[in-house]
Structure formats: C-alpha cells, structure tokens
C-alpha cells in the first residue's frame, strides 16, 4: 500500500503509462486493487472525469477496488475485470474461534501474498469472502488451511448473492452545516480540533477522493471514509430543531 508522497507520485506515472499503454495497442489494461490513496492518486493522474478509466473492487459495495484502463465501446469488445472471490470456512464451524477482518487479512498475507493482489474481505460469522485477482485464487485455495489456530478450508465462490450486506446504522446528528469537519465530528463525537486533525494527516475522503478542506459541503449520497474510524453515507439535510440547530441523516457502517 503505497502511503509516503514518493509512492503516490509513482503510483500516478504507473497510472499514466497503463492508460498510454491501453490507448496505444487497443487493449485493457488492469491495476491492482488500490486503497484510498492510490485511488485518489489515480482520479489527480488520470483527471476527475476518468475517462476511459473504471473501477470495481468484485461487489459495488467494495472499498478497495482495481482500475481498468480501456473504454469497451471505443475498443470494440469487452474484458471483465480479473478478480475472483474465494470463500474461506472454518474445518469445523463449532470449534473455530470468532475472527476479525485482521485475522484473515494477517492470514492471508502471511503467506506471501502483496496486498495488492486482495481486495476486500468481508466477515461472514466465522467464515469470510475474500475478493483477489485471478492470478491469485488458486494459491490462496492450495495454501490457505490455517487462521489463527483453527483450520480453514478455502473455496472459489460462484454464488456471491450470499455475501452479507452491510450493517448500517441510520442516524440523525445535530451539526452547525452540513460541512464535512462539522458532521464527522458529530458522527464519532469528536471535538472540532480532533476532527480537523483527520484532515491535517489526510485521513479524510469523500468518494474515494482526498478531501484536504475541512469545510467542503456534503452533498446526499456522498461516501465519507476516515481512515481509523469508519465510513458512513450522508444522507443530507432532515429538518432543523426549534433552537435552529441543522438535523442531517447519515448511514453509519457498522
């Protein structure tokens, strides 16, 4: 995961030359699965309206997504995005300990494999779906059998309706204005110099983007992730309380 502003500077040239690639031979071309900041890397290098470009992380609900360079209607043909899902299950569901999203991620690249290559894993009670390039699948179905100290079994999954959606905790929050430093602080109840230290150490992203302005306004359906904390989805302005105090909705994941 590319996090010092060298890496991210290289990762944007990369960027550059996969779409110069893909424009230049009529094929597409494929990055790993990106983290926040390498997306948001991708949008500065490519420009906002990443054209040409799309993302997809296995799911629409996936944080962690791979970039394709290639526009299918210019190209004449279509290519899916390399990623697979693999199911990971305990051997034996009654004596398997409760795992974490830590414990499979530490598992998985305990083996050797860069983080590039897994995209996100979601927890499923005591089993997980784990999304990761095609390449990747059979390694981690041969050599995953151990998570913690309970033994696994690792399947290629096909029938991904099964995946959990999401737990989401819709809530109402007294701000000032719908500005972001305003409404994460009431979300995490922080106090207002607590919340511009997010942004002062570039934790902050509103649709995957960075946002470095604390006092930028969220729109309806705008995603907020602060690294450290979590995400929630801003569902815009409700009402106002009798002492003129703004009642804004979000859908805080949980």
């Known amino acids: ?21 893909s424009w230049r031979q009529n094929l597409f071309t494929f990055t790993g699965f990106l983290s926040l900041a390498e997306q948001d890397a991708l949008f500065r290098a490519v420009g906002e309206n990443l054209s040409g470009c799309s993302l997809y992380g296995g799911t629409p609900l996936a944080q962690r997504r791979m970039a394709r360079f290639g526009d299918p209607q210019q190209m004449g043909y279509e290519e899916p995005f390399p990623i697979s899902c693999v199911r990971i299950a305990p051997l034996s569901e009654k004596f398997a300990e409760e795992f ?73 929050e007294n701000v000032a204005s719908p500005r972001c430093d305003s409404v994460i602080a009431a979300v995490w ?43 929630f989805v801003f569902r815009g302005e409700k009402h106002t309380t009798r002492k003129g105090k703004l009642v804004v909705g979000v859908d805080l994941f949980v």
């Open 189 to 231: 109840n922080l106090s207002r110099s607590k919340s511009l230290e997010y942004f002062r150490q570039k934790k902050v992203y509103v649709n995957a983007r960075l946002q470095e302005n604390n006092s930028y306004l969220l729109k309806p359906g705008e995603t907020v992730s602060v690294r450290g904390l979590g995400k």
């Open 100 to 172: 974490t999203h830590r414990d499979f991620l530490g598992a998985i690249l305990n083996l050797g494999i860069d983080r590039s290559a897994v995209g996100d894993i979601f927890v499923d009670g005591k089993s997980a779906w784990v999304f990761c390039t095609d390449a990747m699948a059979p390694f981690l179905i041969d050599s995953l059998s151990r998570v913690r100290h309970s033994s696994v079994r690792c399947i290629l999954a096909e029938d991904l309706t099964q995946i959990p959606e999401p737990k989401l905790s819709c809530r109402e």
């Open 1 to 21: 995961m590319a996090e010092t502003d060298k890496e991210l500077e290289q990762l944007k040239h990369r960027f550059t030359e996969l779409a110069d690639r």
